[in-house]
């Protein structure tokens, strides 16, 4: 059973930057494909951006299309949130997860979970 571990969270302005990263450990990483999910108060946790196992398909919601770019490095079982040009309205907790087949953008298809890293971007 793999265990994830969320990292890079903090407070910027808007316009900025951060790079969350998630580590990986208790599994094969290349089995799992990767995930970030993110949930304001009062919100349902949403789907950001997952890539393949293989790291070869990634996929983004919408609203941070073009800004955030999720990539994973298998030798160091850790994948990358790189977000760019952040907004007021990206702040949230974060989440990483993980699943051994990429099924559902939808929270709920996913097995594993980080406890979270919050992210505020201030106006």
């Known amino acids: 059973q793999v265990q994830v571990v969320e990292s890079g969270g903090g407070l910027v302005q808007a316009g900025g930057s951060l790079r969350l990263s998630c580590a990986a450990s208790?599994?094969?990483?290349?089995?799992?494909?990767m995930g970030w999910f993110r949930q304001a108060p009062g919100k349902e946790r949403e789907f950001v951006a997952a890539?393949?196992?293989?790291?070869?398909?990634?996929n983004t919601a919408d609203s941070v299309k073009g800004r955030f770019t999720l990539s994973r490095d298998n030798a160091k079982n850790t994948v990358y949130l790189q977000m760019n040009s952040l907004k007021p309205e990206d702040t949230a907790v974060y989440y990483c997860?993980?699943?051994?087949?990429?099924?559902?953008?939808?929270?709920?298809?996913?097995?594993?979970w980080g406890q979270g890293t919050q992210v505020t971007v201030s106006s």
């Open positions: 890539i393949t196992r293989s790291g070869t398909f990634t």
């Open positions: 997860a993980a699943d051994p087949a990429y099924s559902s953008t939808y929270w709920s298809h996913w097995d594993y």
């Open positions: 208790g599994g094969t990483f290349s089995n799992y494909a």
